[in-house]
């Protein structure tokens, strides 16, 4: 068993170093060093590399990491080329009518989405979790700073367990305080508009275009003819244009979640 966690702890405590000191010497957060000590994360190539010359270790941490990487079951065939427009990406626009997007996705909500399915192992389940939240910290944390723009049907936000569905909206809210972070959410009073049929995304790339992505139950595939890219080009302006604005969007997800704290309300919530 791979014991990077394990030896990460014991090498910045042999240091005295704290998880503050070692975040801001690598240049990451402290979640991102919190999560490599407790597994739910793997550090990227770069990043084992800039811990490695920061705890003089030569490459232990690097070879750790490696190994660790191998151990995992990657992400689904068909995402990997998703991951790489991801990455590369200036600017990254998500409609989601029923689920928070997987970028926004707390770990506890990742793994009730995941084991829902009831079509994965336990074990599949903790791998799917752990590729979600490092391509969190992949794309969300790039230095080229992307600019992200979500919108989200407001039928997504009341969706899971109560002690689950609050701090996923804790969690929204707090994203959509980043200044390249804009969260929209289409109220209920928009009724029938052009995102009732399914969920996408579309990413801009500095001198190569656009192109989108959109899933079914199985799997999902990139969308790269200029004619289809128009039409989920489309669907963004309308559905975008019933949105609300980022500041309202925010204010109703406080909303909702006060109304947890709130029986009488948490009640209303669960009739049909």
Same mark, same amino acid.
Request: a negative charge; aromatic letters at 6%; proline letters at 6%.
């Given at each position: 068993? $791979? $014991?990077?966690?394990?030896? %990460?702890?014991?090498?910045?405590?042999?240091?005295?170093?704290?998880?503050?000191?070692?975040?801001?010497?690598?240049?990451?957060?402290?979640?991102?060093?919190?999560?490599?000590?407790? +597994?739910?994360?793997?550090?990227?190539?770069?990043?084992?590399?800039?811990?490695?010359?920061?705890?003089?270790?030569?490459?232990?941490?690097?070879? %750790?990491?490696?190994?660790?990487?191998?151990?995992? #079951?990657?992400?689904?065939?068909?995402?990997?080329?998703?991951?790489?427009?991801?990455?590369?990406?200036?600017? %990254?626009?998500?409609?989601? *009518?029923?689920?928070?997007?997987?970028?926004?996705?707390?770990?506890?909500?990742? #793994?009730?989405?995941?084991? /829902?399915?009831?079509?994965?192992?336990?074990?599949?389940?903790?791998?799917?979790?752990?590729?979600?939240?490092?391509?969190?910290?992949?794309?969300?944390?790039?230095?080229?700073? *992307?600019?992200?723009?979500?919108?989200?049907?407001?039928?997504?936000?009341?969706?899971?367990?109560?002690?689950?569905?609050?701090?996923?909206?804790?969690?929204?809210?707090?994203?959509?305080?980043?200044?390249?972070?804009?969260?929209?959410?289409?109220?209920?009073?928009?009724? %029938?508009?052009?995102?009732?049929?399914?969920?996408?995304?579309?990413?801009?790339?500095?001198?190569?275009?656009?192109?989108?992505?959109?899933?079914?139950?199985?799997?999902?595939?990139?969308?790269?003819?200029?004619?289809?890219?128009?039409?989920?080009?489309?669907?963004?302006?309308?559905?975008?244009?019933? +949105?609300?604005?980022?500041?309202? /969007?925010? $204010?109703?997800?406080?909303?909702?979640?006060?109304?947890?704290?709130?029986?009488?309300?948490?009640?209303?919530?669960?009739?049909?």
């Amino acid at each position: 068993m $791979n $014991n990077l966690p394990a030896r %990460l702890k014991e090498l910045r405590a042999d240091r005295g170093v704290t998880q503050d000191q070692m975040a801001e010497a690598v240049q990451v957060s402290k979640s991102l060093i919190a999560a490599f000590e407790t +597994a739910r994360l793997i550090p990227k190539e770069d990043t084992a590399a800039a811990i490695d010359a920061f705890l003089d270790t030569g490459d232990e941490i690097q070879e %750790l990491s490696a190994e660790a990487r191998k151990d995992r #079951r990657p992400a689904p065939s068909w995402f990997r080329p998703w991951q790489n427009v991801e990455e590369m990406a200036t600017i %990254l626009r998500y409609f989601q *009518p029923t689920l928070i997007p997987g970028l926004l996705q707390t770990e506890a909500y990742a #793994r009730a989405i995941f084991a /829902s399915t009831g079509m994965l192992s336990d074990d599949e389940v903790a791998d799917r979790v752990a590729n979600r939240m490092e391509r969190q910290a992949t794309i969300l944390d790039r230095a080229d700073r *992307p600019t992200f723009a979500f919108i989200i049907d407001a039928a997504a936000l009341r969706y899971g367990p109560p002690e689950i569905a609050k701090d996923q909206l804790l969690h929204l809210a707090d994203a959509s305080i980043r200044s390249n972070v804009f969260v929209h959410v289409v109220p209920d009073s928009a009724g %029938l508009h052009a995102g009732r049929s399914g969920s996408f995304v579309l990413a801009s790339m500095e001198g190569s275009g656009t192109v989108g992505l959109v899933e079914d139950f199985y799997e999902g595939r990139v969308i790269a003819e200029p004619t289809r890219v128009t039409g989920l080009e489309r669907a963004w302006q309308t559905i975008a244009a019933v +949105a609300l604005p980022c500041d309202q /969007s925010r $204010n109703l997800i406080l909303r909702l979640v006060n109304d947890y704290d709130d029986p009488a309300a948490e009640l209303a919530q669960g009739q049909p």
